[in-house]
């Protein structure tokens, strides 16, 4: 079995997707990164392999949010002009020093789309020391898996990580994984994993805003 603890790391929400400005206010975007935070969590989470996940945030309500779907929270830590890595890279060896030795899986927080079946088919398929899945937009990285239990993360997301994570090393995965790898940056992600069905805390908050979505297998939600 191929199992795996998760780092996941959550910037102020406050300060979130500056590119759905046009379609969304400040307090709405904010909402809706707490509802695609909510429903990734929930759905790696099902994964029976996944055996924690431990966030990495200053935000206090996606920290309270965190620790009720029962992930292990910890505060971000200064960084430089690499805040997200810095932050992986934090989440990753707080894990090890907790569990010991073990693969990990460093996953964005904005998949709103995301099938527990998706998640736990990559598990079964990655079997190279360091993997990742690259993003829809085929520049970008959904996830990034390190079989190695003694390897670092070396997490390296952000502009072209998918070129830079297969530079590491990183075998690029292949497979049908639509909702693993939409995260939501502009309007058109969003208009497409609102085509795919999102998550039920997701659904609830678009459809406050105004916007209809559905899903077909729908999750539980805190929200």
């Known amino acids: 079995m191929h199992t795996v603890h998760a780092v996941m790391a959550v910037k102020h929400i406050d300060r979130a997707k500056s590119r759905l400005a046009g379609v969304l206010s400040s307090e709405q975007r904010a909402q809706l990164v707490l ?19 431990t966030v990495v945030t200053p935000d206090r309500l996606v920290a309270a949010r965190a620790r009720e779907l029962g992930a292990h929270v910890i505060a971000e830590p200064a960084a430089g002009d690499d805040p997200l890595n810095t932050a992986l890279a934090a989440g990753a060896a707080d894990l090890r020093d907790r569990h010991g030795p073990t693969p990990l899986l460093a996953l964005q927080a904005d998949l709103p789309a995301l099938r527990a079946s998706e998640l736990a088919d990559v598990l079964t398929v990655a079997v190279g020391a360091r993997s990742v899945v690259i993003d829809h937009t085929g520049t970008g990285t959904a996830a990034l898996l390190v079989r190695d239990s003694a390897a670092p993360l070396s997490p390296r997301f952000g502009a072209d990580s998918a070129r830079a994570h297969r530079d590491s090393g990183a075998v690029s995965l292949s497979g049908y994984w639509p909702g693993l790898r939409c995260d939501v940056d502009t309007p058109e992600d969003l208009h497409l994993v609102r085509a795919l069905g999102v998550g039920e805390c ?7 805003f105004g916007f209809s979505s559905h899903r077909s297998d729908p999750v539980r939600t805190v929200c």
């Open 35 to 53: 509802a695609m935070f909510t429903d990734t969590v929930v759905a790696a989470t099902a994964v029976p392999e996944l055996l924690s996940l």
């Open 202 to 208: 997701t659904t609830s908050t678009l459809r406050e």
